[in-house]
DNA sequence: ACCTTTGTTGAGCGATCATTCAACAAAGGT
DNA sequence: ACCTTTGTTGAATGATCGCTCAACAAAGGT
């Protein structure tokens, strides 16, 4: 998973697997059948592993809710190992490369970025309901421009933008979306 | 350019590039040296016959100068032949593959980012000279945001989002970030 | 007419790719 | 102990990759 995250599909060889899994090729074309098996596989355990994980460590589970948007955000790019390039997110580089792909990883991304706009949305949702969101938000709307936001982020996160250049852009698009208080703003 | 642009360098093929350019190996190899070159070449074309020529038509020779921002974004979805797919921006989906070249994309495509967010600086500058927008407008930091989302909704047209989302997107995001009125407000 | 220059051609090169498969090893049931 | 099952191995395969180069054609100067 963490390979094709770095190198992408097509710049994965089998040798590539081979040296990451410790499988040799007939072991990994008996378990998965062909290389874009294993990539369906890897992007699947992506979404549950990576993506799942933080959408409820970061938007599910925070109080008040609109607190863990920016973590969420920032973790992209911030629990990078120091000076190690970051390989961004194995979602929006194949949504990049899934045109190219037979049939595959294009299920797999759709899944992953609803499972993302889906948490954005929820939480959105917790927002209005505890009042640090006017309860006229359009969620469905706002949590589509977070998604897109999120995905140009990681593309610039791949591409080695400055740490601090991310983080100025997420600390003040966020609020610019969502609403310019964060917190405590009276309903009418 | 367009190979490159719809398949992405490692999906391309000199034999792809035979049949785009109708120049022989031999012809290509004496021209551009190898397959890289020709990439190099490739990135820059688009960024001053593309790139460059849409910053100019949507953001520096709009009047008022905010009217354009909403068309420089609609031009990337929109103006795709029917039902074909959208082959996305070269310089996205470069961002996303640079990582894995050996020296060459990297460059083709910072200058490319920084043309377009400079494109959003000087017209939000003047934006801010006409009284589009306020004085205390950050048009630094704005630039940075606005060039975040771009790319965001490039990954998302490359994806194949439905263009109807994709409108509401921009059509809500962009007055959220560059201020609630567009139009006309007045300076203290 | 001849030579030089400049560009084109496309078969062919070695390297690497994804994939296969006959041989082998380990484990479990009986 | 033996057989069956299950998984592993890694060399071999054909296809395709980026790239080269000797042969060829066109054009221009003299």
Redesign the pocket.
Known sequence: MAVFRRKGFAH?????LQEAT??????????Y????GLFTAALAAYNEQVAARRVQFHLDETDPPLRGLHTFFASTFSDSDSEEANPGCLLTNTAIEAPMLPGIGRDGVAAGLELIETGFRRMLERAVATGDLAPTAPTDQLAAELLALYQGVLVLVRFGTPTVKLADIVANALPAIVGPTPRGQGAP
């Open positions: 994965t060889s089998v040798q590539d410790g499988l040799h090729p007939g072991s990994l074309y008996k378990a059948g062909s290389k874009e």
